[in-house]
């Protein structure tokens, strides 16, 4: 059972314009999410997070907002640039007890320059 | 502050056998959680680890085991290797509340002939 999806594998897009990377959760306990952002070779790099408390959070060229109605969340890259290529991925977390991340399986994004 | 370390970042073993990972935190973290990442499947959890305690478990077999020490350093284990063991295992640590954001390795690379 996958609480929590992924269903772009991968996304290409236009440097300069507007990524948007999509999540969709099914556990209604999830009250914290987060996304990653992963290279060849290289450990998972946090990017940013957002509690359920809010519906939008904001840093620099990305931007994560959350839909808690419709347990979606989506992050948005603007403007992308070709260092954004990587494999995104989105984490949720039940604060209250599990203390554990379940992850999406990844979308892989490529900026065209 | 020194990130997340993971030895060794490769290693190839046979069926049958058995190996040991290890994975420093970052200085003052206290949880170490373990993920197995395969094409297509996303960072599955493994276990998590808190003050020497196992503090949370993924669903994968008896073969996969885990210890932190004193010192927060943690060990993952894998007993009796099978092919489909094949994968890249990260580490990540946190300061220890499950709110709190997970900071990665690079991460061993397994492969199992």
């Known amino acids: 059972d996958q609480q929590v999806k992924q269903n772009s594998p991968s996304l290409s897009v236009q440097e300069g314009r507007i990524s948007i990377l999509n999540c969709d959760y099914t556990?209604?306990?999830?009250?914290?999410f987060l996304w990653y952002k992963k290279y060849p070779a290289e450990g998972p790099t946090f990017l940013i997070s957002?509690?359920?408390?809010?519906d939008k959070n904001e840093d620099g060229r990305f931007t994560v907002f959350l839909n808690k109605s419709a347990k979606h969340l989506s992050l948005h890259i603007v403007p992308s640039q070709p260092g954004d290529s990587a494999v995104y991925f989105c984490a949720a977390s039940a604060t209250s007890g599990t203390y554990k991340y379940i992850f999406g399986t990844g979308t892989r994004l490529k900026v065209l320059a | 502050k020194a990130g997340v370390t993971q030895t060794p970042r490769y290693l190839i073993k046979t069926r049958g056998q058995q190996v040991t990972l290890s994975c420093s935190p970052i200085s003052g973290h206290r949880s170490v959680s373990w993920y197995q990442q395969t094409p297509g499947q996303g960072l599955q959890f493994l276990f998590e680890?808190?003050?020497?305690?196992?503090?949370n478990k993924g669903n994968f077999p008896g073969r996969f085991s885990g210890r932190q020490f004193s010192n927060s350093r943690s060990e993952m284990n894998v007993s009796t290797l099978e092919l489909g063991d094949s994968a890249l295992y990260l580490c990540?640590?946190?300061?220890?509340?499950?709110?709190?954001?997970?900071?990665f390795g690079p991460g061993t690379r397994l492969l199992v002939l």
């Open positions: 957002i509690s359920s408390i809010k």
């Open positions: 680890y808190f003050s020497e305690t196992q503090r």
């Open positions: 990540a640590s946190s300061p220890g509340d499950s709110s709190e954001t997970q900071y």
């Open positions: 556990n209604s306990m999830f009250d914290y």
